[in-house]
């Protein structure tokens, strides 16, 4: 398939939509928590930001894990309301699938649909920079859908 041009540049979609165009629309902002923190605090902060993940980062800029209200939901039913006093460690995710800046747009959406996962923290030489989510990924598609319309 032929990448089709027009004046502003390529639009198909797959071959022209990189991580770093959807994080210049959203923001780089990145709120993270140390994996020490206990849930109880986890969960202040996914309310105090309406987020539902954050990355686990002892500096803010390494990645050690992630943790979404889902983790602490499947740890509230297995191991009752004693986990909201325990460290964020003990609940996240420690294998994290992670994309740079100039990955596809595309092939990120792909591997967070056969995963089944909806947060991806970017990085840039292997610091923190910024982190998209799945409902980043269509919000980009949609806007991308709604300028080739116009």
């Known amino acids: ?4 041009w027009r004046p502003d540049g390529p639009t198909d979609y797959r071959l022209s939509m990189k991580i770093s165009d959807v994080v210049r629309g959203k923001g780089d902002g990145v709120v993270t928590i140390r994996p020490d923190d206990t849930v109880e605090h986890l969960l202040s902060v996914l ?4 987020i539902g993940a954050l990355v686990v980062s002892d500096d803010g800029a390494s990645v050690s894990g992630i943790v979404s209200e889902r983790d602490v ?3 509230l039913q297995s191991s009752g309301a004693a986990v909201l006093g325990g460290p964020v460690s003990a609940i996240m995710t420690s294998e994290v699938t992670t994309c740079g800046p100039d990955d ?8 967070m649909t056969d995963r089944r996962i ?6 840039v030489d292997g610091q923190l920079v ?4 799945i409902g980043d990924i269509v919000k980009n598609r949609i806007a ?3 300028n080739e319309r116009a």
Do not use: F
């Open 118 to 123: 909806r947060h991806v923290p970017v990085l």
């Open 73 to 75: 939901v499947r740890h």
């Open 47 to 50: 309310a105090e930001h309406r």
């Open 1 to 4: 398939m032929g990448e089709r």
């Open 104 to 111: 596809d747009v595309a092939g990120l959406a792909q591997t």
């Open 130 to 133: 910024a982190i998209v989510s």
């Open 144 to 146: 991308v859908l709604e």
